[in-house]
């Protein structure tokens, strides 16, 4: 299932879009896409069911903003330097354990909204990422069957970063991670069984215009099923936290000099095989 949320900021409402590509109303069949309906079997089967029969009233995408399509999200685990064309292109050593760092939630915003250069920010950044969406509690896995059993589905993320803050004003990465827009995520959190395997998706970036990244999961360094299992040893995830799985090179740090960092006026666009596609527009806070 394809699952979204639209409407005005604040104001969504669950919808699904059905396999013809019309998108539907699942307002009169659940509240909301958070972790609590990704962790109820039935209230899912409840989706599928009204799904399939074709009883969910169809509405008029024209106009009609996509929201992120989760809501109440925990927290955002992100994965660092985790694509071996990555490492090869900064001359970095390859990571013999994830590099993690967390985002706030309240940095996710849709997939067509707007991304917004924090004031004084000079080296505002992209990096097109798969997202994990957990959909069971997850702690201390031990296989990786039981890592890929607690995804409940996928979507694309903008880690969009700010490279000054993130590596020069001190302390931890969070300064540069932590902006408001720098995580947008959607259009739709597509279910675990429509994604046969993670590891088999192409990602890519445009900047107006122009590929900027162009890679595919295959080359991550720890896969998805890895990543799930290894992150539940130091941390419980929770139904409804995502995990942002690293980046593709091409991001503009590791671009030569002089780097094309985003301006105002910069137009982006990301898809991800079987995942939709995003597109933002950048502007100043």
């Known amino acids: 299932m394809k699952l979204l949320r639209v409407g005005p900021a604040g104001g969504e409402r669950p919808a699904l879009l059905d396999e013809e590509g019309t998108l539907r109303d699942l307002s009169p069949v659940v509240r909301d896409i958070d972790g609590a309906l990704l962790a109820d079997p039935t209230a899912l089967e409840r989706v599928r069911f009204a799904a399939g029969a074709r009883i969910l009233p169809a509405l008029d995408p024209a106009g009609l903003r996509i929201g992120a399509p989760l809501t109440r999200i925990g927290k955002i685990v992100c994965v660092g330097l985790n694509y071996r064309c990555l490492a090869a292109a900064t001359r970095a050593k390859v990571p013999a354990e994830p590099v993690l760092f967390l985002k706030a939630p309240d940095t996710v915003v849709g997939p067509e909204d707007t991304v917004r250069i924090p004031r004084g920010g000079t080296k505002t950044d992209w990096e097109a990422e798969l997202a994990v969406v957990i959909g069971r509690t997850a702690r201390y896995l031990e296989t990786d069957e039981e890592a890929l059993a607690a995804v409940a589905g996928y979507a694309i993320a903008n880690d969009v970063s700010e490279r000054g803050w993130q590596f020069e004003r001190g302390g931890q990465w969070d300064k540069g991670k932590n902006c408001e827009t720098f995580n947008p995520l959607g259009p739709w959190l597509v279910t675990a069984d429509e994604i046969p395997d993670p590891q088999a998706l192409r990602v890519r970036l445009w900047v107006n215009g122009e590929v900027r990244q162009d890679g595919t999961t295959a080359d991550q360094i720890f896969p998805v099923a890895y990543l799930v299992r290894r992150i539940s040893q130091f941390m419980t995830l929770h139904p409804g936290d995502v995990i942002n799985t690293g980046s593709p090179a091409g991001a503009a740090m590791a671009l030569p ?24 527009e950048v502007k100043d806070a």
């Open 257 to 280: 000099d002089p780097k094309p960092y985003l301006r105002a006026g910069d137009v982006l666009e990301l898809r991800i095989e079987g995942l939709g596609r995003q597109r933002q």
